[in-house]
């Protein structure tokens, strides 16, 4: 067990290895309660979303649900999360657990009239099944939603939540329910998927799994000094929208070029497991370093996204990683590092 | 969790089992247990020395790094190639097929001083 943004979590339940492939080949679930949610409501909702978030709200039809930033004024990531639209007139934000109290408080700073916000994160119980049997798991729980959406649920007569989302690059859900109801669900799912293999799974593998699909994690690979430009994740960023806050600095940003760009690297000798920190070097010089990095169970080798100098920052680019005083060749690779097979 | 009393350990959850002045050295089940996965080694070089206690190599798990300390003094003789292509050889046989290397003792008072299977049991229960 680990101490992780002020939750007891485990790092693995039989090892780190066994539930990431459990996860690539057929099903796992993470107990993912530590993570927030707060519910956003009022008839000024819509605008008020789009000035303190990145994306743009005015696409989401109800049920559906966007990747987005809260960025502060210098463009730099608050946190990252993700955006449903409930109603006409109701969000709900599941926001990383290390940030809850600072996403709440600075939204309250930035309240307007017609818009109420709601923490309830602590109502919340919530668990992530991922795989490519996770639907098959989830059969027994009625109609699934399509990729991004999310829609009620009845579990043991309680109204539920169910998204279709994740974190692993597989197909897979995420479950907000009453946070008594925790153990029943969980236990529920570990019986029923016991003919398909299911795993519980814990942080190691989490984070195996996300750094494989070049999944950012806020605290490390973004930060508030660190711009979802930078980061590779303009899509979700509208500098069209209108006005939000961080939006004048992403313009001066984007006009002048990043100069360092979150990038995915890859061991191309055999090397000890990549790890945050670890820096990046072409020429003798420094470019960069690690900001995530670890070894990769699908494919075998180091892996790590770290942030490098633009010239360098091109799928195809030969970089060495230094790791306790020896040079290891990598690549720089086109993101993900690890896609399923169509 | 696996002591063998045949054996003796150090402070830093080495194992050594001594015969005619060579010794074999391996991590303990309560060391590899505690990394989990273990992907990669870096192991001393044949004839190289090293003194009681000195750092003469690096075992990492996917989830941490750890130094290898020299249990004893002396000349390593022999490297276990295998771990190059399968280091989960240290997670499955620990006391076995997971030996680390072999070193021929300079002062064999350095095996003495380390800790029997009832005193590292009980330092590892604490």
Known sequence: MTEFGGWKMPVYYSSIVEEHRAVRNQVGIFDISHMGQIEVSGPAVKGWLNRILSNNVDRLTIGQGQYTFMLNDRGGVIDDLIVYRRHDHQFFLVVNAANIEEDFVWMQKSLSEGVTLLDCSSLFAAIAIQGPRSAELMADFGELPARNHIRDLKIAECSTMIARTGYTGEDGFELFFPAGLGPFVWNRLLDLGKALGVRPCGLGSRDTLRIEACYPLNGSDLSQDRTPLEAGLSSFVDLEKGEFIGREALWVQKKAGVKQRLSALKAIVKSPPFRPHYSLLSGGGRIGELTSGTQSPTLGVGIGLGYLDADFARPGQKVEIEIRGRKYGANVEKKPLYKKAT | ?126
Not at chain 2, 71 to 89: C, D, H, K, M, R
């Open chain 2, 1 to 126: 969790m696996q002591v063998p009393d045949d054996l003796k350990y150090s402070e830093s959850h080495e194992w050594i089992r001594s015969d005619a002045g060579i010794g074999t050295v391996g991590i303990t089940d309560y060391a590899q247990d505690s990394l989990g996965d273990i992907v990669f080694l870096e192991l001393p070089q044949a004839g190289a020395s090293f003194q009681q206690g000195e750092t003469i190599g690096v075992v990492e798990s996917v989830k941490t790094v750890s130094d290898i300390l020299a249990p004893v003094g002396g000349e390593i003789t022999e490297v276990n190639s295998a771990l190059q292509t399968s280091p989960e050889l240290v997670n499955k046989d620990p006391y076995g097929s997971g030996w680390l290397f072999r070193i021929r003792l300079v002062n064999s008072d350095e095996i003495a001083s380390l800790l029997s299977s009832s005193d590292y049991r009980a330092r590892i229960e604490k």
